[in-house]
């Protein structure tokens, strides 16, 4: 995979990223690929392919994510992380902030693992455990927590409730059935703050990014 062609799409994105930005993810990319062969990380094959579906896919919630979180190191936790989507390509670009990448299969998180240190990323955590084990042990602990991927609406917002600080936000990374799933949230619990386009470079698939907020109970 050449620069020119990662740039080309990059580009579209306005992201503005630095050559060691694009040299890291092109080094995920390859690092994904090699072990894919082996350890089937994630069905999707072929170079371009890859650099549509999977890192600019990625990076593409990188400017609403930055809209809603105003804080200057949040804490993110990626909820059935498999490959390292999103999570690893938003840490590259995005240093600051910290990323907990939760993974119960442990094929995945020895390749997550195997990245943080290939790419030096101080940046995140891999958790080789269940959701709900976290939740019990990390109660209350995130600024936000987002998923491509992983699990229906409505399960992964339950999953995600107990990881969220008070005023904590969901990102749920969506395609064109995200109207049928919202259908199945009850929205007593919950606010939806944003259902945004997702802009892919040269790629037709609708793409959609949903922020939701937990509705919390005021102090009598």
């Not at 804080?71 to 992380?81: E, F, T, V, Y």
Request: proline share 6%; aromatic share 4%; charged share 20%.
């Amino acid at each position: 995979m050449s620069n020119a062609l990662l740039s080309l799409g990059i580009e579209k994105l306005g992201l503005h990223l630095s050559p060691e930005n694009i040299g890291d993810l092109e080094l995920f990319l390859q690092e994904m690929t090699r072990w894919n062969q082996v350890h089937n990380l994630t069905a999707i094959e072929g170079e371009n392919n890859a650099v549509r579906l999977h890192l600019i896919d990625s990076i593409a919630v990188l400017p609403l994510m930055r809209r809603y979180l105003s804080m200057d190191n949040p804490q993110i936790a990626d909820l059935g992380s498999g490959g390292g989507l999103p999570a690893i390509p938003i840490s590259i670009v995005q240093p600051s902030w910290q990323l907990t990448l939760i993974e119960a299969i442990r094929k995945k998180t020895a390749f997550l693992q195997h990245v943080r240190g290939k790419l030096g990323l101080k940046n995140i955590t891999v958790l080789s455990e269940r959701v709900e084990a976290v939740a019990k042990r990390q109660p209350g602990q995130f600024d936000a927590v987002i998923s491509r991927a992983f699990t229906n609406l409505a399960q992964f917002l339950e999953l995600s409730l107990p990881l969220l600080k008070p005023d904590g936000v969901v990102f749920a990374m969506k395609a064109k059935r995200a109207d049928e799933e919202l259908e199945e949230v009850c929205m007593n619990s919950w606010r939806l703050i944003a259902d945004e386009p997702l802009f892919i470079p040269n790629l037709t698939v609708e793409r959609r990014l949903l922020v939701l907020a937990p509705m919390r109970k005021l102090p009598l």
